[in-house]
């Protein structure tokens, strides 16, 4: 099954890339990699949840938005790549979590987007990944997700 029949099957379809919010592009190819900006959980042009993993922003939802930064950042990797069919392996990803000072469960939120790459990619989903809690993103985002992939 390809990774397009695997998206259909959960019935999602990838976005429009997101139109980046200052002076850079949604991704960059070199050679055979492809880096994207942060990804933030943008739906239809507007960030759908604002606030803090462990105040405003539950762990079930904060693992919803991972998975939105998630097709954000394949619809990124595709608008330079192609489609999906060409992405090799998501190498490693880099997920940025707000969250309050006591707040340690940046990894189960994560795994929102880390779940999703496995079920529409397969073994090429599985990736290296850091799960960073920091104290507030770009427009009070609660997550925020980078990708390095390798593409044909």
């Known amino acids: 099954m390809t990774p397009e029949q695997r998206l259909a099957r959960l019935g ?3 976005p429009e890339v997101a139109t980046p919010l200052a002076a850079y ?17 943008i739906v239809d042009g507007k960030l759908i949840a604002t606030g803090k993993l462990g105040a405003e922003i539950s762990d079930e939802q904060g693992s919803d938005l ?11 990797i595709i608008s330079v790549a192609g489609e ?4 090799v ?3 490693k990803v880099l ?15 994560v795994d929102g987007a880390s779940t999703l790459f496995g079920e529409v990619l397969g073994e090429a989903g599985r990736h290296a990944r850091s799960a960073v809690g920091v104290p507030v993103l770009p ?6 997700l980078e990708v390095i992939a390798e593409v044909r």
């Not at 592009?25 to 959980?41: E, F, I």
């Not at 997920?95 to 939120?109: C, G, H, I, K, R």
């Open 12 to 14: 999602l379809v990838l």
């Open 25 to 41: 592009v949604p991704a960059v190819r070199t050679g055979n990699y492809v880096y994207t900006s942060g990804q933030l959980p």
């Open 66 to 76: 991972a998975r939105i930064c998630a097709l954000n950042a394949m619809a990124a």
């Open 84 to 87: 999906l069919s060409a992405i």
């Open 89 to 91: 392996r998501i190498v």
């Open 95 to 109: 997920a940025f979590v707000a969250s309050t000072p006591e707040y340690t469960n940046q990894p189960a939120v």
């Open 139 to 144: 427009r009070n985002a609660p997550v925020e």
